[in-house]
């Protein structure tokens, strides 16, 4: 495939070849169309698609017709390293790919998943939460990739939402700025699981500060870019150097901020084989439930590829993240 594409400053692009860009949202997200991942893809295509992902944070790819499992994995390597699952629950399905992460309502049979299977239950209401995968790790993620095996009747739910946090945090007041650039978040796997499930017997009881915390930069740079972004998710707990009750107030306030309607974009997945790229250390997203869950097969997969910024490893230890968990 051969493709030339110039991204001009209103979001359009000039294309040469079959392959188009077209904005989705007033400020970020992107829709690619002309892309078959079932063929080769030559080197200065998947450039201009890496180009799209840094410019807008989300790239949807209709139709993307990746072939399977193995060709996802692969794909997902052009991005950088792809991080590799450490460990499955035995309440989740074993798929033959350890880089592949179950994001379905399928339990260990294939059957859906309903309210009595707590254990996974759980991680699907935690998802709902706005995040970024792996915030709560010493080592952040990149890039993720969600692809669409089987997807429930149309109308039944299950979009995924995005959040521009680089356009949120541009149009802070500048007395807001000056206060927060500095300010390191700590950021924890059991606060969004618990904040997602507040009465389950799985998480009650076990205090966040004596489970392992992951500090990062409250406003990092997005390197590819140069723009600041607000990097605030529901795994960061509080605020270092703040009353616990006060950076989380602080916390709140910046998740409203982010989160309001104009900085968000709504994906509707319409076909299986769908994908949606997205860049962790720009936007932030979430599932959202809908009337599929309990009664049809929303099959998901996803890839996480490990952030090599400068700030990938915020203000953690390196040799902390050879033992850090799964992105979730």
């Known amino acids: 495939m051969s493709v030339t594409a110039t991204l001009g400053a209103s979001g359009t692009s000039s294309i040469e070849g079959d392959l188009h860009i077209r904005e989705v949202h007033p400020t970020f997200a992107c829709e690619i169309t002309g892309m078959d991942l079932s063929k080769p893809v030559s080197d200065q295509a ?38 590799k699952s450490k460990w499955r629950s035995p309440h989740m399905r074993h798929l033959p790919y350890d880089e592949i992460f179950d994001i379905s309502n399928l339990d260990e049979k294939g059957r859906i998943v309903t309210n009595k299977n707590e254990k996974r239950i759980t991680a699907i209401r935690g998802n709902a939460l706005w995040h970024a995968d792996g915030s709560f790790n010493p080592r952040r993620t990149y890039v993720s990739m969600l692809r669409a095996v089987e997807l429930p009747p149309p109308g039944t739910g299950g979009e995924t939402e995005y959040a521009d946090a680089r356009q949120a945090y541009e149009d802070l007041p500048e007395q807001t700025k000056d206060r927060i650039k500095d300010l390191v978040a700590v950021h924890s796997f059991l606060h969004n ?61 910046l998740m409203e901020h982010t989160t309001q309607p104009k900085y968000v974009f709504r994906h509707k997945w319409h076909e299986n084989g769908d994908i949606v790229i997205w860049d962790n250390t720009a936007v ?10 309990g009664k049809y097969c929303r099959d998901m997969r996803r890839t996480c590829v490990m952030d090599s ?19 979730s």
């Open 284 to 293: 932030l997203h979430r599932a959202t439930p809908g009337a599929y869950e």
């Open 309 to 327: 910024s400068k700030d990938a490893y915020g203000l953690n230890n390196p040799e902390d993240a050879k033992d850090q968990r799964n992105s």
């Open 46 to 83: 998947f450039n201009q698609i890496r180009e799209a992902l840094h410019r807008y944070g989300v790239v949807v790819m209709p139709r993307a017709n990746l072939p399977d499992d193995k060709a996802h994995v692969e794909f997902s390597r052009r991005f950088g390293e792809v991080e």
């Open 193 to 253: 699981r618990q904040t997602a499930n507040p009465d389950s017997e799985l998480f009650k009881g076990r205090n966040v500060l004596d489970e392992p915390l992951a500090r990062h930069k409250l406003v990092p740079i997005h390197e590819p870019s140069g723009r600041p972004l607000l990097y605030v998710t529901s795994y960061a707990h509080h605020i270092e150097g703040m009353p616990i009750e006060d950076g989380q107030k602080l916390l709140r306030e």
